[in-house]
């Protein structure tokens, strides 16, 4: 009788591992971050959110080229034309707060969905205004929807993104933001050129594909829930402010929006021209290079504030980004312009990414945060609103120096809330 152990079949061979896996343990679960530790696999439905974040910067900066020729267009003055680029900004200031009610008590999915696709409808009426008072209200509107996405977006970043890779996502979705910005109004530009609605109508119909991508890749059930297992608990106000970090997070939003979206985007230009005396080419160029900074720093920023911490960052880029607008206002040079403006992009790209990624760690993957992140996205809106308002007045009364002076000291001034905050990344297990 043959041996019974002959009659089993051979034992199944192990699988093949590279040498590589052999001399190092190495195992196939995502790349590493630079403390060595295994970095988690970004969720698929944060990668629908990333996608979706560079659709909506391509198309607001396809219809940015174009709209104050819309309004033109209305036989109005260059100041109501002004009016119909900050009815946007103007809107989502003053509904952040509903749009914040309206994430607690409806959820985040379908408040982003509803937002994006408010934004799509307005430009496509946007694109049929019969005169300019249905143009500015039709704008409006769009701010009204914008937001609605911002405010949900980061509270589904939040809910989503294993904590210690929060700062990795955030850079993600900024760079995602930050490509759609460069490259739609080139492309905005040339679709000016075949009708100023051809933009508005191609911006309308992929917000409202966007909206009906995301609603269908993100269901409902992919989100996490409370630690009861039911609606998670809302965040108050109070709570929130009585984090130092938090407190640290809407001054240093306030001073970005002001240094960065504020009076970078309506001094650089101006300044240029009439310091400079170089002309809105080089204008252009500062802008370019300042993206392109903040373009090649953003992911760097990212692992490095999910390794070393939030503060250090956020310190770091308000640091280089005061004393490089500090700098850009002292030395009318056009190189020292020029390298002024990489220091002041790296600067924003180190700030983005720890400054929010150290608020979702204040909130928590299991706590509601509407009313919490919308005070945050209006202080960044009031530092953009009021920046290029105060600055100009200053450039009027004194110089550009003084504008751009007191602009960097406001991103210092700014450093001192964070000297006194917590360190918000969570420790390892």
Request: with cysteine; net charge positive; aromatic share 6%.
């Amino acid at each position: 009788m043959p041996d019974s152990a002959a009659s089993l079949p051979p034992p199944s061979s192990p699988p093949r591992r590279s040498r590589r896996a052999t001399l190092t343990g190495w195992r196939p679960t995502g790349r590493r971050g630079a403390d060595g530790e295994p970095r988690p696999p970004i969720p698929r439905e944060l990668r629908v959110l990333i996608g979706a974040a560079f659709c909506i910067a391509l198309g607001y900066g396809l219809v940015a080229p174009v709209l104050p020729q819309l309004a033109h267009s209305f036989d109005v003055g260059t100041a109501a034309a002004a009016v119909i680029v900050s009815v946007f900004a103007l809107a989502r200031l003053v509904f952040a707060p509903a749009g914040g009610r309206l994430v607690e008590r409806l959820g985040e999915r379908p408040v982003y969905v509803a937002g994006v696709t408010i934004v799509g409808l307005s430009s496509l009426a946007c694109a049929f205004a019969a005169d300019y008072g249905q143009l500015l209200l039709f704008r409006g509107l769009g701010g009204l929807g914008s937001t609605m996405f911002t405010v949900s977006a980061m509270g589904l970043m939040i809910r989503l993104a294993p904590p210690r890779s929060r700062g990795r996502i955030s850079s993600l979705y900024a760079g995602s933001f930050l490509l759609g910005n460069i490259a739609g109004p080139v492309l905005g530009g040339a679709l000016g050129g075949l009708g100023l609605q051809v933009p508005f109508i191609v911006y309308g119909i992929m917000l409202i594909l966007t909206a009906a991508v995301v609603l269908l890749r993100l269901p409902k059930r992919s989100l996490p829930h409370g630690a009861d297992g039911g609606a998670p608990v809302v965040l108050s106000l109070r709570e929130a402010f009585a984090d130092s970090a938090y407190r640290a997070a809407i001054g240093s939003s306030f001073a970005n929006g002001w240094a960065v979206l504020g009076v970078r985007v309506a001094l650089v230009p101006l300044f240029a021209t009439a310091a400079l005396d170089a002309g809105p080419a080089l204008a252009g160029i500062a802008l370019a290079i300042f993206a392109v900074g903040n373009a090649l720093i953003l992911p760097v920023a990212g692992r490095l504030t999910d390794t070393f911490g939030r503060r250090p960052l956020i310190l770091a880029g308000l640091a280089l980004a005061g004393v490089a607008t500090m700098v850009l206002g002292l030395v009318p040079v056009v190189w020292v312009f020029v390298v002024a403006s990489v220091v002041a992009g790296v600067g924003a790209g180190l700030l983005g990414p720890a400054q929010q990624a150290s608020v979702a760690d204040v909130i928590g993957p299991e706590r509601g945060s509407g009313r919490v992140l919308a005070v945050f996205q209006m202080a960044m809106d009031t530092g953009a609103i009021a920046g290029p308002v105060v600055a100009g007045l200053l450039v009027d009364a004194l110089s550009y120096g003084w504008a751009f002076g007191i602009t960097g000291a406001i991103c210092l001034v700014a450093t001192v809330p964070w000297l006194l905050a917590r360190e918000t990344l969570p420790a390892r297990r």
